[in-house]
């Protein structure tokens, strides 16, 4: 701030960084759509979704979609706060395709569609109060990490087969929990 031209170049700097990751996220969110066209498993539109969310949070976070628009301040804190929540229930939606949860028990899918509700009554308090609507929503997104990483008695590993089914190689080291 001393020095204008070493300010002007941290600037520069961030401008490019900015272009930089608004960039790939738009051309990764646009491929996963067009994979989504492709091909229909489940899987393709939950990472075309979280795809697009990223893309939009991050757009909200770098002030991209501020300077497009001409939002005002008290605009785009309430578009921040539905950016975390929108952000946090599509990665809930595509956890919940990439480990295939409603083949272990039908529980997990009651679990994911109640959690689905709190987000999207938490975008409409984002409207009344945008500051307590980032935080319930980033604390969902939280959450949503420990569940990923939980050691809970099920594994939520998607390459494990639902209890019952023996494993060849398991059988064979005599490691068979039944």
Request: aromatic share 12%.
């Amino acid at each position: 701030m001393w020095e204008p031209d070493a300010y002007k170049d941290k600037v520069n700097s961030f401008t490019l960084y900015y272009g930089i990751v608004i960039g790939i996220a738009g051309l990764l969110a646009l491929f996963l759509t067009i994979l989504f066209v492709v091909k229909g498993s489940i899987m393709f539109p939950a990472a075309a979704a979280l795809g697009w969310a990223v893309l939009i949070y991050i757009g909200i976070d770098f002030g991209f979609w501020g300077k497009v628009f001409d939002m005002s301040a008290g605009a785009e804190r309430v578009w921040r706060a539905c950016g975390e929540a929108i952000l946090s229930a599509t990665l809930l939606v595509f956890l919940f395709a990439y480990l295939n949860l409603s083949r272990w028990h039908v529980r997990y899918a009651h679990i994911t569609i109640a959690w689905l509700a709190a987000l999207a009554a938490l975008i409409a308090v984002a409207v009344f109060d945008p500051a307590v609507a980032a935080g319930i929503a980033r604390m969902s997104l939280a959450g949503i990490a420990v569940l990923r990483t939980c050691p809970c008695h099920l594994s939520f590993d998607a390459r494990l087969r639902p209890r019952g089914a023996v494993d060849p190689d398991l059988a064979a080291a005599g490691r068979v929990d039944h």
